[in-house]
């Protein structure tokens, strides 16, 4: 669904009216979230996504990956899971209880519990997580808070969705490349969320279906603020820059496109193929997290030594031409 046909949906349901609501649908969010208490609120989030790979239960690790990362981007901590999955009366029951195994098993290490979930008819596989998380109402890293001054730092590579596409069309990656995707996709942003938090951030959002520069322009619409991105600090997959050229793009470029393109300023110097890259989908991706600049190194530099070794400032926050991207080389 594009941005323009979201916002159509949702012009048509009145905004919810109520103080325990801090984070809903208004600044497009990662999470929304209920305040119970004075010390303590609710993380409420729902994802799930068709197969990206062949085997059933790395599939519902990756996707449940992919759920989680929403509750890590608003800084919360995942109290309990409910399956959601679709798929068609002829599947094999084997089939889905191994991707329910492997949702089930990322659930369990990330400290929360699965409580059951929901089937549905489908013609194709779906899967996630339906998600509650806790967090301080002090505490909240929302998209909404990005200071003119602040670095921009990327925890995860760019390129989930052309290496996919790559698979799904000509048969075959690199088998080295192959694991690299399915490590990064399996990896979650658990630690990137908890040094994030000790560092006191300002604002933060994950990189998934609406790409990098969607995911990017929405904390910048959010925050008031404009952002510069460097096109050469990007952390990138092998391999991907290459595909693109060769003719591999992801199915989320066009839709992507269509919804920010109007907010995107790429410069002349910066080749065609950052275009495509950054417009694309990413499955699983990685947080974007804006920090203070004189912290920034140091949070980098935590992330490395914990195991984090894409995380990379990849650009600032700017005042001018509030909710605009602009890429550089």
Known sequence: MSKAQLALMLSKVPQVDD????????NADDAG???????????????????????????GRIAAINSLSDIYAMGGKPLTAMNII???TSLDAEIIGEIL???????????????????FQSADIMYGLALTGVISPQRIIANSNAKPGDLLILTKYLGTGTLIQAMMTRGVIPESLHKQLVESMTSSNRIASELMCKFEV???TD???F??????SEMAEASGVGMVIRAGNLPIFPRVLDLIRDGVTDAGVGMNRNSFEDIIRLDESVSHVYDILLYGSETSGGLLIAIEDNKAEDLV????????????IVGEVTVDEPGVIKIFE
């Open 301 to 312: 530099k935590s992330l490395h030594e914990r195991g984090v070794e894409a995380a990379t």
């Open 207 to 209: 990189i998934t279906g």
């Open 86 to 88: 679709g798929f068609p």
């Open 211 to 216: 790409g990098f520069l969607g995911h990017s």
């Open 202 to 204: 300002h604002a933060c």
């Open 19 to 26: 103080p325990r609501v801090l984070v809903g649908t208004n």
């Open 33 to 59: 979230i209920f305040q119970i208490s004075p010390e303590r609120a609710l993380v409420h989030t729902v994802d799930l996504l068709a197969p990206v790979v062949d085997d059933p239960y790395t599939f």
């Open 101 to 119: 195994h492997g949702g089930q098993d990322v659930v369990i290490n990330s400290g929360a519990a699965m409580m059951g979930g929901h089937t």
